[in-house]
T-cell receptor
Framework: DTEVTQTPKHLVMGMTNKKSLKCEQH?????MYWYKQKAKKPPELMFV???????INESVPSRFSPECPNSSLLNLHLHALQPEDSALYLC???????????FGPGTRLTVL | GENVEQHPSTLSVQEGDSAVIKCTYS??????FPWYKQELGKGPQLIID?????GEKKDQRIAVTLNKTAKHFSLHITETQPEDSAVYFC????????????FGTGTRLTIIP
């Protein structure tokens, strides 16, 4: 298995909802990443996990809460989001920190 | 911090011709430069990368060149095909072992049949 999978593909939520995004890889990669991408913009790094420990938090608001339950799985828990949080949320993984990053297809999130 | 500029923002090329996308970076410590292709509705896909100890790298119709003195690197696509149409992002990383990629602003490449 040489890909990063993300579920769901699309998500619509209200500002009072709680939802979670899921990312999975079975390539034995030890680093996993969350990015946010707005339309016609490059991906912006949100969080980095290395060996299941949070390595980087790019000053992301607390309404986004990452979780790495094991080396293959990365979640992003969402609560009390704002309409401006609507974007494509991308997960990526790499063999180790600083090596090639492989992206999943993303979750298209719409906050109403 | 690192700043990456990418040009042009849009590029239209006749099928079969070559396309060139250029990026400049600000931090002389950067030593890893990947290129990503993003098709509509998909995540970015790594297509080629280069490290600072190499001046040029080629993979079939795709090549990347790096000029560390001038702090710029370029993507060259030869014999373009309609499936090359996508948004291309360059990126730079300051240190091997640094998690953070700084992306360019992207180039929308359209191949005209």
């Amino acid at each position: 298995d040489t890909e990063v999978t993300q579920t769901p593909k699309h998500l619509v939520m209200g500002m009072t909802n709680k939802k979670s995004l899921k990312c999975e890889q079975h390539m034995g990669h030890r680093a996993m990443y969350w990015y946010k991408q707005k339309a016609k913009k490059p991906p912006e790094l949100m969080f980095v996990y290395s060996y299941e420990k949070l390595s980087i938090n790019e000053s992301v608001p607390s309404r986004f809460s990452p979780e790495c339950p094991n080396s293959s799985l990365l979640n992003l828990h969402l609560h009390a989001l704002q309409p401006e949080d609507s974007a494509l949320y991308l997960c990526a993984s790499s063999q180790d920190i600083g090596t090639e990053q492989f992206f999943g297809p993303g979750t298209r999130l719409t906050v109403l | 911090g690192e700043n990456v500029e990418q040009h042009p923002s849009t590029l239209s090329v006749q099928e079969g011709d070559s396309a060139v996308i250029k990026c400049t970076y600000s931090d002389s410590a950067s030593n890893y430069f990947p290129w990503y292709k993003q098709e509509l509705g998909k995540g970015p896909q790594l297509i080629i990368d280069i490290r600072s100890n190499v001046g040029e790298k080629k993979d079939q119709r795709i090549a990347v060149t790096l000029n560390k003195t001038a702090k710029h690197f370029s993507l060259h696509i030869t014999e373009t095909q309609p499936e090359d149409s996508a948004v291309y992002f360059c990126a730079a990383s300051t240190d091997f072992g640094n998690e953070k990629l700084t992306f360019g602003t992207g180039t929308r490449l359209t191949i005209i049949p």
